[in-house]
């Protein structure tokens, strides 16, 4: 029985936390703008002009791609635009980190030899820290642009694509390779699924219960044969087969990005919680082979097993921690022919890298305040930068009464997000001053004695 529940968690972890990304736009909040104009962080301006970056060849085969390349630089390695990495780290021991991607292939090209091998257009990063007993997960925007090895600048969802007409099987590969040199730290595993897939998977569990805040409808919802149609799915719960509840995560137009993501968060958890209900288990038969063909992974079975039985242990509201979405880190940018690119900006980039090395100290989702206190006029604006590009969230910058040294205040919720501001400030551990404040703000007050450290790069 420990066996069986085992592969119902291999469910959970390569194919629930990817249905509400399968076939869909990204994730992460994406703040739209003007057509033809940068914003945030996004564009770098020589006189007030943007300058168009280049954009790597496309094969004609190709479908959805564009010239209109967006006027800032893409994240990643400048490098390795002609080198691509032969060989890739892995984890330190105790954690694994796994590519998760869904396909948006359509079955006309599925069928073709040499056509269009589609897109990943949703991704996930999901790290598995054993030591820690936590799982953290972080989307990553398919229309961030970014340094592909070996090929150019493009959207990152277009790696798998370059990879596979490269040679057939190299998608994943190629798309791991991207990823680890964006963030920085090791991609280990990948695992792919496709719409229909992720479709028949929730069939295979008897459905899942949605309770839809309200209805949806969506007159331009996109079909297989390239045309869209109508959707209606009204409010309330209900229990959900796998189309509807695909489309309950894909569906956009009836409100938002911000409703999409929380659509997808629904589903994911939903079917979590569907493969814990004790009526699945008679299903369990008709559920392993169907596994065997809905998800691709290079993981051995030992590591899904080994990956399934941890799962198991996962208290949803302690051990899972994911990155919340965040326009300020991921500005949009729509071109004068309507394409759409993400800036990846160092801070969300770094913000990922820590939640993968540091998930606890993600999982705190500290609140930083800086307070100049008595030193120099604008090392708090210096400051902020710093903790930005690392990672945190400051979301006060201000001058108070002049205090006579420097100090950290933190609740105990907070700790690891204080000591980790000690460190990056060059502060003594004395600055750290414990509260018995509940909530997860972190006060940096900067006193005379405060040194400027160097501006973020």
Known sequence: MSRLFAVVWAAFVLGGMTVGWVGLSNMTLMAQTEPGRPTGAAGT??????TAQPLAFHPPQLRDFTQDAP????????????????????????????????IDQRPDEAAQEGGDPGRTDSMMLVSIDYEAHTAALASIPRDGFVVIPG????????AYTFGEIDHRGGGPGLAKQTVSQLFG????RYA?????STERLVDTLGGVWIDSPTRLVDHEYPTDDYRVMTIDIPAGRQLMDGQTAVEYARTRHPDSDYGRQARQQQVVMAIRDRALQLDVVPRLPALLPDMLKLVHTDMSPVEILQLANFGRGLNRDRDIVSLPPNGDLTPGYIGGGGA??????PAYRAAVRRLVTAPQLAAEHAQVSVLNAGAPVGTGGVVSEVLRAAGMVVTRVDAVTPQPASRIEAGPAVQHSAELIATLLRLPSASLVSTDDPGDEVRVVLGPDAKLPPPAR
């Open 45 to 50: 301006v020589a006189g007030g002009t943007a």
């Open 151 to 158: 090929h150019g600048n493009e959207r990152i969802n277009s």
């Open 192 to 196: 792919l699924v496709d719409i229909h």
């Open 71 to 102: 006027p800032f630089a893409p994240a990643g390695e400048s490098t390795a635009e002609q080198t691509p990495q032969p060989t890739q780290v892995a984890s330190p021991s105790g954690r694994l980190t796994v590519l998760l991607m869904g």
């Open 185 to 188: 730290v090791p991609v280990d």
């Open 340 to 345: 759409s690119y993400i800036n990846l900006t």
